[in-house]
């Protein structure tokens, strides 16, 4: 099962920051949290990953909590192309290690 | 950007028919997965695939599955005897050899059994 719990779906307003939150309270010291998102009949696009620092790349933001128990994924600028499952996903520093999708939160962004 | 492609992208098959989903992972990856997603259902993995091997299959990975790597590009899927319940979007995921690398997945097969 997945180790990340995520609310089933949220809203927001197009040009506004969406801010994703996730729950990972049973991670181990070598686990990486990972951001993926699915767009309708698309495969998962890798968004952004992170051991303990807050990460930054063209795509995103991601905030880890210091006592690494939950995450925040946020969109600066959210446009309808960003209406999409996203999933958080912990993982291990294996190199062959596999993922293991939740549910995810479906966002929608409202115009 | 370099992206990992899947052919065909929509495979229609008679059940109990063989069927082999084609996957050209990234360049200089070295490690290969399959994953399925019955519609409407979770992501799920399947096997991944390292070094000319196996590295770790799930229970839905069963006997009428396998893969391989007939060349230096290409990475296949094949169920030998397909059945309803295989109809599915199955998507390839490359990764490179570097420790802590995101997987990169294609744009998948849709797979539907008649």
């Known amino acids: 099962d997945a180790k990340t719990t995520q609310p089933p779906s949220m809203d927001c307003a197009e040009g506004r920051a969406a801010n994703l939150p996730c729950n990972h309270s049973t991670i181990s010291g070598n686990e990486y949290v990972y951001w993926y998102r699915q767009i309708h009949s698309q495969g998962p696009q890798y968004i952004i990953h992170?051991?303990?620092n807050n990460e930054t790349n063209e795509m995103a933001s991601l905030i880890i909590t210091e006592d690494r128990k939950s995450s925040t994924l946020i969109l600066p600028h959210a446009t309808l192309r960003d209406t999409a499952v996203y999933y958080c996903?912990?993982?291990?520093?294996?190199?062959?290690?596999?993922?293991?999708f939740g549910k995810g939160t479906r966002l929608h962004i409202l115009p | 950007e370099p992206e990992v492609t899947q052919t065909p992208s929509h495979q229609v098959t008679q059940m109990g028919q063989e069927v082999i989903l084609r996957c050209v992972p990234i360049s200089n990856h070295l490690y290969f997965y399959w994953y399925r997603q019955i519609l409407g259902q979770k992501v799920e993995f399947l096997v991944s695939f390292y070094n000319n091997e196996i590295s770790e299959k799930s229970e839905i990975f069963d006997d009428q599955f396998s893969v391989e790597r007939p060349d230096g590009s290409n990475f296949t899927l094949k169920i030998r005897s397909t059945k309803l319940e295989d109809s599915a979007m199955y998507f390839c995921?490359?990764?490179?050899?570097?420790?802590?690398?995101?997987?990169?997945f294609g744009d998948g097969t849709r797979l539907s059994i008649l």
């Open positions: 996903i912990v993982r291990g520093e294996g190199r062959d290690d596999k993922i293991i």
């Open positions: 992170g051991l303990k």
């Open positions: 995921a490359s990764q490179s050899s570097f420790s802590n690398q995101p997987q990169h």
